[in-house]
């Protein structure tokens, strides 16, 4: 079992691990995945994640089990913003938050979670701030997706 620091949600029961440094906007991106219909809130800031049966199973750490950080906001309720909060997910894929990356990279290598390859997807500051991370991550998902 590890402890990551990031944020977690699934779409279509599919769990999502997002990835980077402090303000990179780990929170602010699952929020905005969570909020949609097919989608919801599974833990922000410690995601502990377990193999399981050849799979990697992330939940929140208990003490913030439910609850997100909202900069400038505090840590508030993950229900009372509206949002379906799952008690873990199996996770497809990771998603690691960058400051830049090559215009045409080759695909990224795997991520590594206790062991277990994991698919991931690496977006950088533009990507996000063009407003493409969300439809970029449903696109990745839907190719790891069996």
Not at 12 to 27: D, E, H, N, Q, V
Not at 63 to 92: C, F, P, W
Not at 125 to 141: D, E, H, W
Request: glycine share 10%; net charge neutral.
């Amino acid at each position: 079992m590890v402890t990551v620091h990031g944020a977690c949600i699934a779409l279509y029961g599919a769990g999502i691990l997002i990835r980077g440094p402090s303000g990179a906007g780990k929170s602010s991106l699952a929020l905005l995945l969570a909020a949609a219909p097919d989608g919801a809130f599974v833990a922000d800031d410690r995601v502990v994640c377990a193999p399981r049966d050849g799979r990697i199973t992330a939940c929140p750490h208990p003490t913030l089990a439910g609850r997100v950080e909202i900069r400038g906001q505090g840590i508030l309720s993950a229900a009372d913003l509206g949002l379906t909060v799952d008690a873990e997910a199996v996770l497809h894929l990771a998603v690691d938050l960058v400051e830049t990356a090559l215009r045409l990279p080759e695909p990224p290598d795997d991520a590594d979670i206790s062991g277990i390859a994991i698919p991931r997807l690496v977006l950088d500051r533009g990507v996000r701030a063009a407003g493409l991370a969300p439809l970029l991550i449903r696109a990745a998902l839907r190719k790891h997706l069996p």
